[in-house]
DNA sequence: GAACACCCTGTAGCGACTACAGAGTCAAGC
DNA sequence: GCTTGACTCTGTAGTCGCTACAGGGTGTTC
């Protein structure tokens, strides 16, 4: 099948499965003639567990080693389970600091309940006022909120 | 003063102020006849301005309209209130997506609880076979767990 | 043979920094 | 005056996982 097809059955776009290839992830197809790639079943059921992978947020460099895993089956497969361990670990910490972060922001929020100046804004004051300042060397900054949607 | 102490005062690094003033949010400070950046309070102030909303999660765009209103006082500060309950929203949202993912990953952790061989591990099983396909076209991935500590 | 959908490579952009390279500045001590 | 060492300067490239082009080639259908 075409990069083409291959994307439609994966949900994955085009450039995403040509990035994956460049990144060692999938391995290099065939091509057609024409310089067409050209993929078959097990490329299709490679990209899914990437794609399944990611959607458990998991970095590119983790599933790089599941990858291998799965490729060498007579493998002990405990860093497999490590790995996943880290990874909830991982996930757990960032819902704990975003719990805190929600909490400090209803919190500001709270300062200024009605439109008026931004002179009197409660918020802007808290903001810019002298405060805990807990982070000024903290530094555990926290990847973004914001999403990057397509 | 110098840009260290700048940095030294407010737990910033050097590197970053000189983002904050090549992306706007910093005023180009004085410069010595040497050519070092010159700073005030002033500067101070703003900057801590700046790092307590990043210790916020809030995006630079954010913040560079709450530096609108914090130099307007006269201004309505309703968009204020605004930026603050969307910011709110998306913490809200992305700590329901990760208890989401958290709850997926134990569920994906409890199918391996011994070190195995790779062939027999539940974890790349349940990652690589059949499943419930509800993210294949949905694509509602959501930005890195993994942090980028310095 | 023309239209059109698809594919190719390569490069640049996103956000918020971080990490250099290679050079210049400045204060203290000798 | 000269050296040492800490600091600073500009500019560029790297991080991560894509995404979006530009400028071309391929393949099928009418």
Same mark, same amino acid.
């Given at each position: 099948?075409?990069?083409?097809?291959?994307?439609?059955?994966?949900?994955?776009?085009?450039?995403?499965?040509?990035?994956?290839?460049?990144?060692?992830?999938?391995?290099?197809?065939?091509?057609?003639?024409?310089?067409?790639?050209?993929?078959? *079943?097990?490329?299709?059921?490679?990209?899914?567990?990437?794609?399944?992978?990611?959607?458990?947020?998991?970095?590119?460099?983790?599933?790089?080693?599941?990858?291998?895993?799965?490729?060498?089956?007579?493998?002990?497969?405990?860093?497999?389970?490590?790995?996943?361990?880290?990874?909830?670990?991982?996930?757990?910490?960032?819902?704990?600091?975003? *719990?805190?972060?929600?909490?400090?922001?209803?919190?500001?929020?709270?300062?200024?309940?009605?439109?008026?100046?931004?002179?009197?804004?409660?918020?802007? *004051?808290?903001?810019?006022?002298?405060?805990?300042?807990?982070?000024?060397?903290?530094?555990?900054?926290?990847?973004?909120?914001?999403?990057?949607?397509?």
């Amino acid at each position: 099948m075409t990069i083409g097809e291959l994307a439609r059955r994966t949900g994955c776009g085009i450039e995403t499965i040509r990035y994956y290839e460049h990144e060692g992830l999938l391995p290099k197809p065939g091509r057609t003639s024409g310089n067409f790639r050209r993929y078959g *079943q097990e490329h299709a059921e490679l990209l899914s567990f990437i794609r399944r992978c990611r959607s458990l947020d998991m970095a590119l460099n983790e599933i790089r080693i599941l990858l291998r895993f799965r490729s060498a089956p007579g493998e002990n497969c405990g860093e497999v389970n490590a790995l996943l361990d880290t990874h909830i670990g991982h996930v757990e910490e960032r819902i704990a600091e975003l *719990q805190s972060l929600e909490i400090q922001l209803r919190a500001l929020r709270n300062k200024c309940s009605s439109a008026r100046s931004a002179e009197d804004c409660g918020i802007l *004051q808290g903001l810019g006022g002298a405060s805990d300042d807990r982070d000024a060397s903290g530094d555990k900054h926290v990847p973004r909120t914001h999403s990057t949607k397509r």
